[in-house]
Nanobody, 121 residues
Framework: QVQLVESGGGFVQAGGALRLSCAAS????????MAWYRQAPGNQREFVAR???????YYADSVAGRFTISRDVAKRTVVLQMNNVRPEDTGVYYC???????????????WGQGTQVTVSS
């Protein structure tokens, strides 16, 4: 069974830092993409950051320059380092990945259970 497990959410004051981690496990051949999304109360889920297995990284404009995504391809982990956080960064953060179970299998997406991040002003 393929799984994603997140950790690292919590409370932080504005201007502070928080580190989210996510680990994939199970029968996985490759993970082309690992990413973070977030959802604030009353809002739709939105993209935060993405890291491809080729090394490319992408960020939402709202977090660029403050958040850093990093992957360990061999360990199948992804980390989101959140610096200089703001109250508007509050929400449930979801780790997700596109993965394949074989060289010629269709890529599938899988989402973690989410971890709460609360930034106080």
């Amino acid at each position: 069974q393929v799984q994603l497990v997140e950790s690292g959410g919590g409370f932080v004051q504005a201007g502070g830092a928080l580190r989210l981690s996510c680990a994939a496990s199970g029968s996985i051949y490759t993970i082309p993409t690992m990413a973070w999304y977030r959802q604030a109360p009353g809002n739709q889920r939105e993209f935060v950051a993405r890291a491809n297995v080729t090394g490319e990284k992408y960020y939402a404009d709202s977090v660029a320059g403050r958040f850093t995504i990093s992957r360990d391809v061999a360990k199948r982990t992804v980390v989101l380092q959140m610096n200089n956080v703001r109250p508007e960064d509050t929400g449930v953060y979801y780790c997700m990945m596109w993965y394949q179970t074989g060289a010629y299998t269709r890529a599938r997406d899988l989402w973690g259970q989410g971890t709460q991040v609360t930034v106080s002003s």
